[in-house]
């Protein structure tokens, strides 16, 4: 039998033993020099974060995966320090940090807004608990069709999810937090705050004028929908006072009219708004709610529930000057 009979290369001849001793060049290159010092700044900025007090029981938060996220955004100037913790879940923690030089969406190194002022980070765990959950909000989403049954993959859509929503409630003329960046299992974002701490949900503050409150976030469902989503889960939990006005946030699980459980979850937003609200002294009602958003809107999607949507976010004025 012949190398050719097994479908083998032919082999070239060798002069003789000690063909294995020839010198090979192991001189450091550019590339070996740049990849050593990143790695060496890697190591440091995981080791800044694993002493800071605030992190030190973040071990299920902050694995490898989710260093090396926030590594990228701080070589992306994004952000250049963190913060302490903003809020603790099942899913995500959020925490403060200081923004970086290309903050608000700069380019060619000149930031759009100022350097040094506060963002907000969201960080979902890659091991979720409620992952099976983050699933049911995904499958049906035209926007993240085929990602499959991968946790990193899940999680990963589910930040790109938010993102997306967060820019197209804004272009649809709802008060959320700005997007700023994305990266794996971490979302950059505007922080609703002020120095004395997080704003202040509506569940923990005295609403002085509890019908006006209402006719906003009204308006709100409204735009949502007529803009082809639905949050999923509004509540005063998750609506916010912020400089005299009203934001919605955690848009993580919001979906698309094209949703199988859209209507489901439309009617509980409804029945969770009115209901808070009527305790409030507002007279309404889940079903007056419903049919006001339903009548009042004319959902279309069609431009931007094409997979891999994430147009950019778009700046808002006030409901008046949207009005007119």
Do not use: C, I, L, Q
């Given at each position: 039998m012949t190398d050719s009979d097994f479908g083998l290369l032919d082999t070239d001849e060798v002069d003789g033993v000690g063909d294995e001793w020839e010198e090979i060049d192991v001189s450091d290159t550019d590339a070996d020099r740049i990849a050593r010092k990143r790695d060496r700044e890697?190591?440091?900025f995981r080791e800044r974060i694993k002493d800071a007090d605030q992190f030190k029981v973040e071990a299920s938060v902050f694995d490898d995966a989710t260093y090396g996220a926030l590594y990228k955004l701080v070589q992306d100037g994004h952000i250049d320090a963190f913060g302490g913790p903003i809020s603790?879940?099942?899913e995500a923690n959020v925490y403060t940090a200081l923004a970086g030089s290309q903050a608000r969406g700069a380019t060619d190194g000149e930031s759009e807004g100022p350097q040094g002022h506060e963002v907000a980070v969201k960080v979902y765990r890659i091991n979720a608990s409620d992952f099976k959950?983050?699933?049911g909000y995904l499958d049906g989403?035209?926007?993240f069709e085929g990602i499959g049954s991968d946790k990193k993959k899940?999680?990963?859509a589910w930040v790109r999810k938010e993102s997306s929503n967060l820019k197209r409630a804004r272009r649809a003329g709802v008060r959320t937090p700005e997007p700023i960046a994305v990266e794996r299992n971490v979302l950059v974002m505007e922080y609703l705050g002020t120095e004395e701490g997080r704003a202040k949900r509506l569940s923990e503050v005295h609403i002085e004028n509890p019908d006006t409150a209402y006719e906003v976030v009204k308006e709100y469902l409204r735009r949502l929908y007529d803009a082809g989503l639905v949050h999923g889960d509004l509540s005063e939990y998750n609506i916010v006072f912020h400089e005299g006005q009203l934001y919605i946030i955690d848009l993580g699980q919001a979906v698309t009219v094209h949703h199988p459980?859209?209507?489901d979850f439309l009617e509980r937003d409804c029945r969770n708004v009115a209901n808070f609200f009527a305790r409030q002294g507002v007279e309404t009602t889940p079903e007056e709610l419903l049919a006001y958003?339903?009548?009042h809107?004319?959902?279309d999607d069609s431009e931007d529930t094409a997979p891999g949507s994430d147009d950019d976010a778009v700046p808002q004025g006030t409901l008046e000057e949207q009005r007119e």
């Open positions: 890697f190591s440091e603790t879940g099942k959950d983050m699933r989403d035209p926007r899940v999680v990963t459980n859209a209507d958003v339903r009548e809107a004319t959902p």
